[in-house]
């Protein structure tokens, strides 16, 4: 089945580590988006990218990295200059910009 | 910031038809509506757009008033696994545009047996 995947499901982290969040479709998708979700909030976006080797800030991407070196991946990091990293992490890709977002199903993020 | 209002709540009985009010009064000619519902700890799914005509799939209707500056969102016979928060947002398309979402903070259904 095509979709999106995000791996971990969970993830504990100490502060002060940078931490990496796994996104991969296999949908065949050209865009790609990170959201970030805190509790009895709406998704905010960190990072996205519409083609490969190519990415743009979204409205927090202060203590965030990306990449986009191939299509069906866009792997996040979280690094140590993220003040607040607990979260709920959110992937989604749509095949251009005016079909859809598909979703993964998260990964929560701890960090203590 | 989000372009739409919804309100925070709402209950509906099951088996019931659910009504999901939104407003986008700034909406530009170019801006669709999009409906996205997110149960918890789960991915938002989505579940329909539109520009100005009514849209209906096997998962809802969404019907646009004339002047396109509200909405509603119709779940025809609400399950109890309808239970979720709903989003309503508008979003620009077209070629030159990056294609993101802008969440607002949804609507809560609850609905009940």
């Known amino acids: 089945d095509g979709g999106i995947t995000q791996s971990p499901k969970y993830l504990f982290r100490k502060e002060g580590q940078n931490v990496t969040l796994s996104c991969e479709q296999n949908?065949?998708?050209?865009?790609m988006y990170w959201y970030r979700q805190d509790p009895g909030q709406g998704l905010r976006l960190i990072y996205y990218?519409?083609?490969?080797?190519?990415?743009q800030k979204g409205d927090i991407a202060e203590g965030y990295s990306v990449s986009r070196e191939k299509k069906e991946s866009f792997p996040l990091t979280v690094t140590s200059a993220q003040k607040n990293p607990t979260a709920f992490y959110l992937c989604?890709?749509?095949?251009?910009?005016?079909?859809?977002?598909?979703f993964g199903n998260g990964t929560r993020l701890t960090v203590t | 910031d989000a372009k739409t209002t919804q309100p925070p709540s709402m209950d509906c009985a099951e088996g019931r038809a659910a009504n999901l009010p939104c407003n986008h009064s700034?909406?530009?000619?170019?801006?669709?509506v999009y409906w996205y519902r997110q149960i918890h700890s789960q991915g938002p799914q989505y579940i329909i757009h539109?520009?100005?005509n009514n849209e209906t799939n096997e998962m809802a209707s969404l019907i646009i008033t004339e002047d396109r500056k509200s909405s509603t969102l119709i779940l025809p016979h609400a399950t109890l696994r309808d239970t979720a928060v709903y989003y309503c947002?508008?979003?620009?398309?077209?070629?030159?545009?990056?294609?993101?979402?802008?969440f607002g903070q949804g609507t809560t259904l609850q609905v009940k047996p």
């Open positions: 989604a890709s749509c095949r251009q910009t005016n079909s859809p977002l598909h």
């Open positions: 949908l065949n998708h050209d865009a």
């Open positions: 990218s519409q083609i490969v080797n190519d990415f």
């Open positions: 700034t909406i530009s000619g170019n801006e669709y």
């Open positions: 539109g520009l100005k």
């Open positions: 947002i508008v979003r620009v398309t077209g070629s030159s545009n990056t294609g993101k979402l802008i």
